[in-house]
């Protein structure tokens, strides 16, 4: 990994203080280093998303924009952290076009619970309920800003396709492992959160305070 544009003093502080006392600490670090990167390209996205509304004389409000700008630093974030690890630009990557097939894990939930065998339960926790956790927003933000895609199903169905082309992406790019366990797990993910917009979207619109 390369230096980081923007956390690397406060990465730096971190690790001076607690990288030897913490044994999942390289996790901590990609945690900075994803951060970082969807920083650096959310500011992209925030140029591109202005030119793009001048040019088309969009009508938006400031709060839809922000919640916009949040959504795509979670996809930047989500992609850094699962696909786009090792390096920070796209045409740093190589591409792994001869991998087996084998090499992809089809049987639901062998993998995952193999992790209760290991040194430390983190793993297994971060596997099953981590990937449950991260999707979550996915299925609140998609029907929140975008008024066509309110339907539960194409909400999961959505978050079902991000989730595949994740596990693709981490196959030909050799960055991840890819398991239909994360797959099945994102979808959950999708789900719930659709769920929670669902149920703040009626409450929103039955209680009046």
Same mark, same amino acid.
């Given at each position: 990994?390369?230096?980081?544009i923007f956390l690397g003093p406060l990465y730096n502080?971190?690790?001076?203080m607690y990288a030897t006392r913490i044994n999942h600490f390289p996790l901590i670090r990609l945690s900075f280093y994803a951060v970082d990167k969807a920083i650096l390209y959310t500011l992209f996205f925030i140029i591109l998303?202005?030119? &793009?509304?001048? &040019?088309?004389?969009?009508? #938006?409000?400031?709060?839809?924009?922000? &919640? !916009? #700008?949040?959504?795509a630093f979670y996809v930047f974030l989500l992609f850094a952290l699962t696909v786009f690890r090792d390096d920070y630009f796209l045409w740093e990557f190589k591409f792994f076009f001869h991998r087996p097939l084998s090499d992809i894990n089809t049987v639901p939930f062998v993998q995952t619970f193999k992790l209760l065998n290991g040194k430390s339960l983190v793993d297994f926790f971060y596997n099953l309920y981590g990937n449950i956790v991260w999707f979550v927003p996915m299925g609140i933000f998609i029907p929140a800003l975008g008024?066509? %895609?309110?339907?539960?199903?194409k909400v999961v169905l959505i978050g079902a396709l991000v989730s595949i082309s994740i596990e693709g992406l981490q196959f030909i790019?050799? #960055?991840? !492992? #890819?398991?239909? %366990?994360?797959?099945?797990?994102?979808t959950i993910g999708a789900a719930i959160g659709y769920l929670i917009y669902f149920v703040g979207n009626w409450l929103k619109n039955h209680i009046k305070i």
């Open positions: 990994m390369r230096k980081m502080y971190v690790s001076n998303r202005f030119i &793009w509304i001048k &040019w088309k004389h969009k009508k #938006t409000s400031f709060a839809h924009e922000f &919640w !916009v #700008t949040v959504f008024k066509k %895609d309110r339907k539960f199903f790019l050799n #960055t991840g !492992v #890819t398991d239909i %366990d994360d797959v099945i797990s994102n």
